[in-house]
């Protein structure tokens, strides 16, 4: 007799990076609180995800150096790594009582004043990159779009030279850099490179902070330099490390964002007719929707605090759980017809931002870029079409978008 064997949930399983849907209805619809052979919980449903992630005492970050050798062994020095050593003191995971001191600091100075502000340029931005490629007929729209938009805004938002010739380096880096943020094994070289790249980052933020300190501007540069008193400010070293997290963070999830999305409206084109019909109106909802539909950060995770339950599942304390927002946006529990793609409003909420502590700090930022985004494509570009047939999703499990998208118009 053949004993089929237990499906373990592998991140790096090629098969998910072209569609992960399949898998993610499955683990949820039959294993929803999942032990993974690679050594944690990966859990899929809506209502489970939530709670982990608004569990405020329950679940956390955990011990950092012991989360990451759970990837590799238990004598894996973690920290003479510098990728790893930025991931463990970027704010996203840590603790309280560290996490909220520098998440104060950080929202005190990206305010929702500065994002609304950002409006005029970011308008100005997207027109300036449509005009750039609009009597071409054709583009790739990742690069030549996707990308610049969420780079551009963020040069502008942290006061950084769009033309300085560091800039492309930099935008590599953060890909390159944040593989530290997948939880597995990474190769010899992928490390080395991860490593290489983050100090470059750390080189580059440096400099920009130092130059702030001698001559400050109207930037979020200068108000991170500046946010809280003598006594609780950030130190030069935690400057740089929330400055590579922003960049990164800030372009990075908002570029894919907005490619899944043009890459979903093609895929189901009566909802792009529909966007055309009332730009204006209907962006904002269609940025949720792409949001729910096709997230750019897939999953999250998290480390049992104490001995908990999820799902009518022990998690004993010490433990990862890999939280599959993907899965849980799908979740027909929550989600009507949850498989199609529809920019009327829903009831529900989306777990793309996460929730809790950690929620997004851009989400508001990503929210704007997006609306524009959609908008302005919609408006004046109401018949670009994108080829179906090759969409090249870039490799890796947790960041999901597009390395390229050839459109026409
Ligand atoms: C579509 C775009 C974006 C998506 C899907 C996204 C998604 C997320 C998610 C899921 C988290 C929580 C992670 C966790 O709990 O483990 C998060 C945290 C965070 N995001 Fe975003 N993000 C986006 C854009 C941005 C932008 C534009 C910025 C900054 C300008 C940003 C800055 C941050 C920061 C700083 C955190 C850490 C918050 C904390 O730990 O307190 N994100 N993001």
Wanted: aromatic share 10%; with cysteine.
């Amino acid at each position: 007799m053949s004993v089929v064997p237990r499906y373990s949930f592998d991140p790096g399983d090629t098969a998910l990076t072209a569609d992960p849907y399949p898998t993610f209805a499955r683990l949820r619809e039959t294993d929803p609180v999942h032990w993974s052979d690679l050594g944690y919980w990966v859990i899929s449903r809506h209502a489970d995800i939530r709670s982990v992630m608004m569990d405020r005492t329950g679940f956390g970050q955990g011990d950092f150096v012991r989360n990451i050798q759970l990837f590799y062994d238990p004598d894996f020095d973690v920290l003479s790594n510098s990728a790893y050593r930025w991931l463990s003191e970027v704010f996203v995971m840590q603790d309280p009582p560290q996490h909220t001191r520098v998440r104060r600091l950080v929202t005190g100075a990206l305010t929702a004043k500065r994002v609304r502000a950002m409006e005029p340029r970011i308008r100005a931005i997207t027109d300036w990159l449509i005009d750039g490629f609009i009597r071409d007929g054709s583009a790739d729209i990742i690069t030549q779009f996707c990308y610049r938009l969420p780079v551009l805004v963020m040069c502008d938002m942290l006061g950084i030279d769009p033309g300085n010739p560091q800039l492309p380096q930099i935008v590599d880096a953060i890909g390159q850099s944040f593989i530290v943020f997948e939880a597995r094994r990474l190769s010899e070289s992928e490390l080395a490179t991860a490593n290489r790249e983050m100090d470059r980052m750390d080189a580059f933020f440096e400099e920009l902070f130092e130059a702030r300190r001698r001559e400050p501007r109207d930037d979020l540069t200068t108000a991170l330099a500046l946010s809280g008193d003598s006594a609780d400010a950030l130190t030069p070293h935690e400057l740089t490390t929330v400055a590579t997290g922003l960049f990164g963070a800030g372009f990075e999830t908002t570029a894919h964002m907005i490619g899944n999305g043009l890459l979903t409206f093609a895929r189901f084109p009566d909802q792009w007719t529909r966007l055309c019909a009332d730009p204006e109106g209907l962006a904002p909802a269609a940025v949720e929707e792409v949001l729910r539909f096709e997230s750019s950060l897939i999953g999250g995770y998290r480390t049992a605090l104490a001995d908990a339950e999820v799902g009518g599942q022990k998690i004993k304390v010490g433990q990862r759980v890999l939280a599959l927002i993907g899965a849980g946006n799908r979740d027909p529990r929550v989600f009507s017809d949850p498989d199609r793609f529809d920019i009327g409003p829903r009831a529900e909420q989306h777990l793309s931002f996460g929730g809790g502590i950690h929620f997004c700090a851009g989400a508001e930022l990503a929210r704007l870029e997006g609306a524009i985004a959609f908008e302005r494509l919609a408006e004046r570009l109401p018949g670009l079409r994108v080829d179906l047939e090759r969409p090249a999703w870039r490799e890796g499990f947790l960041f999901r978008g597009l390395s390229r998208l050839a459109a026409r118009w």
